[in-house]
């Protein structure tokens, strides 16, 4: 699908979900709407989360340290945020491959940005890292970096969004 039938798909698909345009957001690659940008941080989230609390519980109960527990972690992260798009997109009827490369254009950045601000906010806060599964400080700490990473992510796939880069490549696969 070329850029202008792309751009047109998403102008139908934003009126179809009584979504307006956001002028002046574009700059002439098209444009994205806030509620878009956020649906999109919110399916990149929840990726995050079941990657994070899987990645903790699995290192908890394996009894490993704050480094290997947190890689493991942020490999979920992306192994789950990269998995929810593909079935999407897989559902679409498309190869692997494709789903594969779909997958990695739409997430990557939004996955990356989320993941660092998620995990700088655990690092900084004072005993997070130190916390465990049955300390309230874990799950307190955790939502609230994954708060202020949808805040920061949102914006970041708004502008990717409407310049037809990041989710903007999975709408082309919705019914």
């Not at 806030?34 to 290192?59: F, N, R, S």
């Not at 874990?138 to 796939?157: D, Q």
């Amino acid at each position: 699908m070329d850029h202008t039938a792309h751009t047109e798909h998403q102008h139908q698909h934003q009126h179809q979900q009584g979504q307006g345009h956001d002028h002046g957001s574009g700059h002439g690659h098209g444009s994205a709407s806030w509620a878009m940008a956020a649906q999109a941080t919110l399916h990149c989230l929840t990726g995050c989360a079941i990657g994070e609390v899987l990645g903790m519980i699995i290192g908890t109960a394996a009894g490993w340290g704050n480094l290997p527990t947190t890689l493991l972690a942020i490999v979920l992260a992306f192994f789950f945020g990269y998995s929810l798009t593909m079935r999407g997109v897989l559902r679409a009827g498309v190869d692997l491959r494709t789903a594969i490369r779909v997958a990695l254009a739409a997430d990557t950045l939004s996955i990356a940005v989320m993941e660092l601000i998620d995990n700088g906010v655990i690092l900084v806060w004072p005993s997070a890292m130190d916390a465990t599964l049955a300390d309230a400080l874990f799950w307190v700490s955790l939502a609230v970096s994954l708060v202020i990473a949808f805040v920061v992510t949102t914006p970041v796939n708004k502008w990717t969004i409407g310049r037809g880069k990041g989710h903007a490549v999975v709408h082309q696969y919705h019914h």
